[in-house]
């Protein structure tokens, strides 16, 4: 008796949720909620538009302690640092407690401190001069370790 007890209460009956069922399913006129908009379209309206004004620094000739590049966009590093940093800032964002904070701390100060930096990708360039890195040097390994490693 038992056995066909829980028998019973394990398969659902007419009108019941199939507790197997995703809960999508079991819910059809349920809707998710939309994915929230980006308050900035890309990277380089991100950084006009919002980067510049509240990352302000005074940028001269002299200073070896910050550097920037006004052709930014350029810059293969730059761009897919700033990317990720417009990235953070949209997903921190909807945050309201601490978000801001985070993004702060541990999004965009070191992001600008790697860019600014004396070594940093814009180290050739200033208010009158602009210097494109070479990449790093690289050379081809043997076929034979691509294929090794799973590479090729």
């Known amino acids: 008796m038992t056995a066909d007890l829980d028998d019973d209460l394990l398969e659902p009956s007419d009108g019941e949720v199939d507790r197997h069922q995703p809960i999508a399913d079991a819910h059809p006129n349920k809707t998710t ?37 006004a052709h930014w966009w350029e810059h293969t590093e730059a761009v897919s640092r700033l990317e990720s ?17 985070v993004w702060w701390r541990d999004h965009a100060d070191p992001c600008m401190d790697r860019l600014s930096a004396p070594d940093g990708p814009f180290r050739g360039c200033s208010n009158t001069s602009h210097v494109l890195l070479p990449p790093l040097p690289m050379v081809e390994p043997p076929e034979a370790l691509l294929q090794l490693s799973g590479l090729d």
């Open 85 to 101: 940093l417009w990235k953070a800032f949209e997903a921190l964002r909807l945050d309201a407690g601490t978000g801001a904070s």
């Open 33 to 69: 909620p939309a994915e929230p908009k980006n308050h900035f379209s890309n990277v380089y309206a991100f950084v006009r538009d919002f980067l510049n004004a509240v990352y302000a620094r005074r940028v001269t000739d002299q200073d070896r302690d910050f550097r920037w590049c």
